[in-house]
């Protein structure tokens, strides 16, 4: 099925206590788009992310990936159905290599064992695996470097790449800019627009130039619930999108 959603929520929310953090939102994100989720502090950007790979359960409503319904499954499940993840804080093992560090995520879907023998084989696929992510997301040269001596943008692609290590259909990415100068985010975007070129991309981003950018669709979140949802030529054009975000810009 072409036009089927690579992932959807129906009447997804999530409540702590009396604070709806998010409202019943409806959010159908196109196989192959950079999707991009925008919206004030404490719209609900990251809760939905939270939602839609396991860390939080929905107070109600369902989430839906591939036309199956994932709602209430654990994240190790929903990581293995497809869905990987860059933080707004970094995940990296900070004491490990560049190259340990995405070696241990493609370890995680080769189904091998944390032994310390392997076969030739697994060891050689899971080498060339590591060096192919490496050389994607530039880091080859650093391979040896330990993730703590890395500038903090490299940190952030060494996240992405982390996640790019265990296979995913769909990729979350939580503000991959956040705190990069330009030159590290003309980096960022390259990567993005190149992994959207095998992958759906889910974005949470700050950074409304990069996000007006590179999306085909972005959705608007305010006080938790969807205010509005089109093209970036659309968004830029929507008063409501003006009032309760862009314009505090």
Known sequence: ???????????????????????????????????????????GKTTLFNLLNGFLLPTSGQIFFKGSNITNLPPYVISKLGIGRSFQITSVFLDLSVFENIRIAAQSRAGINYQFIYSTESYKFLEEKTYQILQKIGLLQKKDFLAKNLSHGERRILDIGIGLATDPLLFLLDEPASGLSKEEISRV???????????????????????????????????????????????????RVQEAYLGGY
């Open 1 to 43: 099925m072409e036009n089927q959603p690579i992932i959807e929520t129906k009447n997804l929310s999530k409540n702590f206590g009396a604070l709806r953090a998010v409202h019943n939102v409806d959010l159908k994100v196109k196989p192959g788009h950079i999707h991009s989720i925008i919206g004030p502090n404490g719209a």
């Open 189 to 239: 975007i390259s990567l993005i627009k190149e992994l959207a070129n095998q992958i759906t991309i889910i974005l949470i981003e700050h950074n409304i130039d990069l996000v007006l950018s590179i999306s085909n669709i972005i959705t608007v979140l305010h006080q938790g619930s969807v205010i509005a949802e089109g093209p970036p030529e659309k968004i830029q054009e929507d008063s």
